[in-house]
């Protein structure tokens, strides 16, 4: 074990203190909607953070972790694969696939299905079985990625072809608002397409929904999220790009 991964006990307990905060906020967003306390699970994105956190993170049992630069990934992942349930939270790049697919267990922004496909030719040469979520530009902002709601239902029909991966859910990310509420409408629209698209459509494997972020995840848990991804209030300071 090197010195980066040996837990430090100050950053521990400041951590756990965090981490309880936000599981709390968690559970009781998922009650208010009559949800079990823990329907919705999190993701410790821990992008912003040195990679002594993950050591600390170990020690406090969480067990999944997002990253969204797989050119820094390498090094931040290296001796650590197996600590986490890894996952790929930014825009993946074609030509970062074969990069990806070995380090990571779950992408959450799959917003093509030629990356979809390629992602699923790559897990059959690595000999792996990484989770997709693709990810539908709910709100229509131009400065987001994401398959338009229209197009998805042809996307998900080519995902029931997938020999490795696996398409498990759905993703989107809200507008940013100063009152969570309006973030809602979006979550809202995205668990209909998830119905429609998955359990209405006879593919109950399409499941999980990734939606919900620093600012906004109780509301996503209160309409429906499975996985929210916080990395501000736990791990990282403020920044302003995606969490």
Do not use: Y
Not at 101 to 107: E, G, S
Request: include cysteine.
């Amino acid at each position: 074990m090197t010195a980066a991964d040996d837990p430090d006990a100050a950053e521990v307990a400041a951590l756990d203190g965090r981490l309880r905060a936000v599981r709390d906020e968690l559970a009781v967003a998922c009650r208010r909607a009559g949800r079990a306390p823990d329907a919705a699970r999190l993701v410790v994105v821990t992008k912003a953070a040195p990679p002594t956190v993950f050591a600390s993170l170990r020690a406090l049992g969480v067990e999944d972790v997002g990253e969204n630069r797989v050119q820094d990934a390498e090094a931040r992942l290296a001796g650590r694969g197996d600590w986490f349930r890894w996952h790929f939270i930014g825009h993946l790049q074609s030509n970062k696939v074969r990069k990806a697919v070995p380090l990571f267990d779950v992408f959450h922004g799959v917003d093509s299905r030629a990356l979809m496909e390629r992602i699923d030719r790559v897990a059959g040469e690595a000999g792996r079985r990484p989770e997709l979520f693709l990810q539908v530009n709910v709100s229509g902002e131009a400065s987001k990625s994401g398959l338009d709601p229209a197009a998805l239902g042809e996307v998900v029909e080519a995902g029931d072809a997938l020999r490795h991966a696996r398409l498990t859910g759905l993703m989107t990310m809200a507008p940013r608002a100063d009152d969570p509420e309006e973030a809602r409408p979006v979550f809202a629209a995205l668990a209909a397409l998830l119905e429609e698209h998955g359990r209405a459509a006879g593919r109950p494997a399409l499941r999980e929904l990734s939606m919900g972020m620093t600012e906004d995840f109780g509301v996503a848990a209160e309409e429906g999220a499975t996985w929210v991804r916080v990395g501000r209030r736990l791990v990282a300071p403020p920044v302003r790009d995606v969490d």
